[in-house]
């Protein structure tokens, strides 16, 4: 990556190539840069630099790391998903399933049901790649306990690759000794691989173009058909199941390919400006214009749907296939002629344009701690946003358009926005003021005028004291603003069926986990709302701190800062689990029909209420001289005190959540530091670092919430340590190499029961901890002059 350099008078060329490398393989990183400058060395009059930067992260799967595995239900973790490389059959209406399936054992009511999970079956695993038996315990759904799983969380891409090229440049002119005219020019070029698992294909007995149809009977599929019916009737009789009637199934479709679709950005900013000083005073005018485009295309697995739902529909493509046995050629054929590969997802683009100027100096007076000093400013931005792509994904859906136009697909025409824009004027004063030779004060202020939302006024104040040279006393106070970005805004909405869990109405089954044996707990089947809002209002916050910052002998200094930080309005997406939990808040997201059945959840963009955290802030230094040599050891952390949040903004906080998972923000860690240990002599410098987050209570699935406690589970997350190395060596002035270990004893991130839908790993959390593993790296610096 580039270091920007802020200097105007850089002279020289370096190269600057670096690896990063897993010991396990897989998420490698690299890196080459090359800095450039040259100038009138005699006069000083004008300097010119470049820099390019290069680099490239492969993709890291979770198949390659052993801890990314959610099959431990001994532990109370298990994959919430029916969909595996050999379907699930579910009781949809107008399938072979009418109703549910009562077990002749146990008389317990299945409304999906794998033939492999049944007594006396193969068993789960036996039906593919990851596939294992579906918890119908640890999930609440005893409907599903005959249901088999699949890990699509052990199957994610942890790392996705993506290629970046930056450039940066700066000329500087020097009109006088008082005046400077600078242009600067900033590229880069981003193109992202986004891959995803297999599709998951659910079909139903419908004429909507955008549904896809459930296994038949006919000529080509009846010994298929006939070996699961037989599997359903020799266990539960044939009560309730209907020869001849399609198979409504659940199944991730290995035979279509991981999904992929690539992402290209190109982004560019140009800025001229004068700087300089006038009557005491320095100044900075400019106007700049940034602009980003980007593009995605759909690479691999995906295809049209009329051909897709063909396909299903006659049965040509077979979800009842064991490991061994493969779809027929005349499948492969079909799925190659119904590939939507290079078809454009979507493009979007956003451009700002700035004209600011500001200028500061003394205001010619003092106090007794010396001149007071000013700064004034003036901002006029205009923010603009496009966002389309093809205009098939325009058509109705009854014509064959949006999701009926390619199954699984991003797409949709409801997010498509014209160009768009508003105006932003802003002023800005700040005035510091030495009020003691040991006590100075600053009071700024910030105007913002919106168009569309009006205007806003955020001041901040801060305070230094300082009696001696080893004791400084300091404390700030300000609020901040944020308005919705246009897409949050103005974005259409878009209805998709729900795929991702079993949902029973939780006005008539709190749980909201369908269980077929309560009245009131049938699983509903809604379609999901999702997309922008024109009714949000601007986010805001406020943040305090204070602290103190001794430095008693040359040797030793600390700073330790306490601070209050509060957000208010913030803007996201609820939660299926939180609008469940939360119903009585929410209600009105969950839309229903004349007869009161659930027909839409609306999960589109609201302002919630906010959070409101504080803590305390430690950096400590302590230096010394060793075996020649000189050393310093560095201790940073953040002692976390308090976080409560609230869901909606007349709402009072909840209860302190501090070392307790949470959904959304960061996790809520009680402490957190990195400390190094460094010791340089001559050309040689070694740096030990360890990096640690403290444990936590972990995430309860819905089973876990009763009274079932599996046999190995635990409530807290271990604490997560890592220790990092590195060696450089100053070889001369022009070469300069580093040599280091990231993750020195190869430490796997701590088990957890946070899964995809409620966390973002399988048996791991990604916000605390790394999935690479042991990583080398290199690093060589050359300058040629």
Known sequence: MINFITRND?????????????EEGGGNIYNFSVLGGVGDLDSDRWNVWGAISIKKNDILRGVDRDFANSFQPERGLSPDSRGGPFATIGNLAGGIITGSLVDPNTQSLNTWVNILDLPGGIGCEAGGDMMGPYDEVIWASPGFRYSCAWDYGRSRVLQQPVETMQFVGRATFKISDNHQMYFEAVGSEVESRRHFEAQQISTSVSTALNSLDPYPLNDLTRSTYDMVYNALADYFGTANLVYGNPINYRWRCYACGPREYTTTTKA???MFGFEGTIAGWDYNAGLSRS?????SVLTDGYYYTPQLKEMLRTGLLNPFLLPGQDQSPAAYAALAAASASGVQLYNGETATTIIDASASGGLGFSLPGGEVQAAVGVDLRREEYKFGGPEQWGVPIAEGGGPAWIFGAAGDAQFYMPKVHRDVKAVFAEIYLPVLDALEVTIAVRHDEYSGFGGTTNPKYSFKYQPTNW???????STGFKVPDFAKLFRGTLENPLTSRGLADPARCPSGNPNPEVS????????????????????????????????????????IDWWEIERLNTIRSPSLQTLIDEYDLFSANWIRNANGDVVQVD???????????SGIELDANLMGELAGGNWRLNLNGSWLDSFQSKSLSNQPYGDNSVGTYVRYYNLPLRWKHTMSFVWAKGSWMHTLTQVYRNGYQDYVPPGLRADYKPPQWEKDVDEYITYNYSLSWQA??????????KNLLNADPPFSLAYLDDGGGAGWEPRVADPRGRAFTFLVEYKFW
């Open 603 to 613: 999960q589109r963009f609201i302002n919630s209420g906010g959070t409101l955290a």
């Open 520 to 559: 009131g707990c049938e699983e509903i089947n809604p379609n999901i709302l999702s997309g922008g809002n024109v009714a949000l209002a601007p986010e805001e916050s406020r943040s305090t701190s204070f602290g103190i910052v001794l430095a008693p002998t040359d040797n030793f200094n600390i700073s």
């Open 732 to 741: 001369s002035d022009a070469l300069r190499t580093t040599f280091g270990v």
């Open 471 to 477: 004791l400084a006393i300091r404390g700030a106070h």
């Open 268 to 270: 560019s900013r140009l």
């Open 10 to 22: 850089y002279q020289g060329l370096s190269v600057t190539a670096g690896l990063d490398a897993t």
């Open 291 to 295: 602009s980003s485009r980007a593009e």
